[in-house]
């Protein structure tokens, strides 16, 4: 579908809402919007490139002249959306399960609107469904992780620490994060990559120090960080000397993990481990280029849990040539196993992802009902959605969802997909966010993305750093 407007920079977004209509490549849209110091119309004309058919639609609202040039500029874009989706799902016949919703955080729109006093939080549901047309079923779902999301505190003093580890055993098919495979990086690029870590955390803790910062979580991620050997991961582990109750490493490779490796994470006072399995389909697995097998997995989980270890474990809706049994499987499995926490993802075909040049083995068509069986089966077994995401090109526009057992939420977790607090990302790939609670604004500040580039700029990485912070 192509898309044209006069309001060049917001195409993006429009393009972005089009494409969940799915492939329209017959259908031109040609947007006007026109205002004067209180109204605002926006109008439409839909082509059909085939039949020469023309169609015109047209809205129009009023523009309080009170708001700020920054509500202002936000309401102009939540309208636009609006009123392409009305266009759209007139033209087409179709209903998109997030309504006019692109953005990665649902939950944060509508607990900012609750902040801000726009909406009452027993009215939540109804807000998405009448001003943005989401589905009774998202919006009850959005509504309903608000409520189990209780660990919220709002402090600029408490922070949370990410580390990335960017690299993995192998990359498989789906993955579009920028990871180095273990055997072409080499041991000595990991030991150089290990000292300017060292470095940016020793950093860190000058920052934290300065600026009387209280660590709250910390989260090592990647990548696979469980893939350093046993005196990379101690070493990595002794720099992170923080008091936290939340410490989580991802192991999502069950094949990294060994006894060792579980009693030197224990050690270093790790709380929580993601142990990901995606699917409990070997064939699958193979297809997909996850070289791991279920008993590695069972293994794993086994071994985390005498340890005493929270566990998390990640699985994927939509895989290429999954179907809806098989799906179902996985999901009795995870049941069966019964891990503190899982999240459930939908399949995101990403420009960076090998799977985006081999897209004819996918098929979507039982996508939405893999995500609905899902919650609605871990919801009757005692598990409660505690936080959501969406991301670009996801199978049919839809989520990832986080679930948690009796109280083993994750508090990093909610804190970055909330933007409640100020995160501070180290190494190659991470990100820093500092947040504002009184002025209600975020900063943002990336690290280089290669392991080459981050180990080379290292000292001007840190002096950037710095002068974010202080």
């Not at 708001?67 to 500029?73: G, H, R, V």
């Not at 939080?121 to 079923?137: C, D, G, I, M, R």
């Not at 986080?402 to 804190?415: L, P």
Request: aromatic share 10%; net charge positive.
């Amino acid at each position: 579908m192509k898309i044209d407007t006069n309001v060049p920079e917001l195409k993006i977004e429009l393009e972005d809402l089009a494409k969940l209509f799915g492939n329209n490549e017959n259908i031109e849209v040609q947007h006007s919007q026109e205002s004067n110091s209180s109204i605002v119309q926006n109008s439409f004309k839909v082509i059909n490139t085939l039949t020469g058919e023309e169609k015109f639609y047209s809205y129009s609202y009023n523009l309080d002249e009170n708001l700020s040039d920054l509500e202002k500029k936000s309401l102009i874009k939540k309208m636009l959306k609006n009123h392409l989706y009305l266009t759209l799902n007139k033209e087409l016949k179709i209903t998109l399960p997030w309504g006019a919703l692109t953005g990665i955080r649902p939950t944060k729109l509508i607990r900012d609107m609750i902040d801000k006093g726009e909406v009452k939080p027993y009215l939540a549901s109804e807000t998405l469904q009448k001003f943005f047309y989401v589905s009774t079923q998202k919006a009850n779902l959005v509504a309903n992780i608000l409520k189990n999301q209780k660990c919220i505190i709002r402090n600029d003093n408490l922070i949370d620490l990410y580390v990335n580890i960017p690299i993995c055993p192998s990359r498989c098919l789906y993955c579009s994060f920028i990871s180095h495979q273990i055997n072409s990086l080499g041991q000595e690029k990991i030991e150089e990559y290990l000292n300017c870590l060292e470095k940016e955390i020793n950093a860190v803790k000058e920052i934290i120090s300065k600026k009387a910062y209280i660590v709250r979580t910390i989260y090592v991620g990647g990548g696979t960080p469980s893939v350093l050997n046993e005196g990379q991961l101690e070493r990595l582990l002794k720099l992170l000397n923080f008091p936290v109750d939340e410490f989580t490493v991802e192991c999502g490779r069950a094949d990294t993990l060994n006894n060792e490796k579980l009693e030197i994470l224990k050690k270093y006072g790790v709380t929580r481990l993601s142990i990901n399995p995606q699917t409990f389909c070997q064939a699958t697995l193979k297809r997909v280029g996850r070289n791991v097998s279920n008993e590695q997995i069972f293994n794993a989980y086994s071994l985390a849990l005498q340890k005493g270890f929270v566990v998390n474990m990640d699985i994927i809706a939509g895989l290429p040539k999954e179907k809806f049994g098989t799906f179902k499987k996985t999901i009795s499995t995870l049941l069966e196993l019964y891990p503190h926490n899982i999240t459930i993802h939908t399949l995101s075909v990403k420009r960076g992802a090998d799977l985006k040049w081999q897209i004819d083995i996918l098929d979507d068509k039982d996508i939405e009902k893999m995500i609905d069986f899902g919650q609605k089966t871990l919801m009757e077994n005692g598990y409660k959605p505690y936080y959501l995401y969406r991301q670009k090109n996801q199978l049919k526009g839809l989520e990832n969802v986080g679930y948690f057992r009796d109280e083993y939420v994750c508090k990093f977790n909610i804190d970055s997909m909330e933007e409640t607090n100020t995160i501070i990302g180290v190494g190659a790939g991470s990100m820093s966010k500092r947040v504002f609670n009184i002025e209600n604004r975020i900063e943002r500040q990336h690290n280089d993305k290669f392991i080459n580039d981050y180990c080379n700029k290292i000292d001007k990485i840190i002096e950037d750093k710095r002068k974010f912070f202080i």
